[in-house]
Structure formats: C-alpha cells, structure tokens
C-alpha cells in the first residue's frame, strides 16, 4: 500500500542557502582590519592585498564581498585625501568624519552579510547598499 499524499501548503520551509558563512572568514577579517585600519594605518592596505589575492579564488557570493571591500578601500582612499586637502578650511573636518563614519557603517553592514552567508546587495554603490 502506498502512503496517503498530503498536499502542500504555503507553509512549506524555503530551500536551504548553499552558502557556507565559513566561506567568508577572510572576507570577515578584511573587515577587521579596515576597521583596525581608523587607528593603525597599515592594516587597511595590508586588508585590501589580501582581497585582491583573494577574489578570484572565492565562491561568487564571496567575491563580491571582496569587490565591495576593494571598492571601499578606494573610495575610502579618495574622500580622504579631499578632506586632508580641505582640512586648512573646516569642510575638510566635516568631510574626515563623513569617510570615517562611512568606513564603519559599510564595514559592520559588510561583515553582518558575510556572517549571514548572504552576498553584498549593490557592489557598485558608492554609498551604503
């Protein structure tokens, strides 16, 4: 005898993601060191190498954090230098608080999706995705 067929309701669990958290955990340290990076300079460079070496390597939804990490290492790198080249005029000051509370949002909204296993929504916005 075969077993009754119950029907499907909408109730139904939705398919498992594929992505492993773990997958990210250079991409979580990347983040870290962009955040050690606000004190201790070196450690932004020293994050941004590593996402260069890495992204080729990484599953797509990896990869992407990397894109966003590199492309945050850049635009961090251009809104600085406008605001030291401003910083004899007071919108220098205003724009290094800008790029300094930009870096830590981006970063911390960076390594919740990556501990999520989740991708970076929009790699390619210059402000908060």
């Known amino acids: 005898m075969s077993e009754p067929k119950v029907p499907m309701t909408g109730n139904a669990d939705p398919p498992a993601s594929t992505a492993d958290p773990a997958d990210a955990s250079t991409a979580k340290v990347i983040y870290v060191l962009y955040l050690i990076g606000i004190v201790v300079g070196i450690t932004s460079l020293v994050g941004v190498i590593m996402a260069y070496v890495k992204r080729d390597d990484a599953p797509p939804w990896v990869q992407s954090h990397y894109r966003f990490q590199i492309r945050t290492f850049w635009i961090g790198v ?3 230098v406008i605001g030291l080249a401003t910083w004899v005029f007071i919108v220098g000051w205003f724009i290094l608080l800008f790029v300094l509370v930009w ?4 970063c911390i909204k960076g390594m919740g999706w990556a501990e999520r296993g989740e ?3 929009n790699v390619t916005t210059w402000m908060f995705p």
Do not use: D, G, H, K
């Open 78 to 80: 251009l809104y600085s």
């Open 103 to 106: 870096l830590i949002v981006r």
């Open 119 to 121: 991708p970076v929504r």
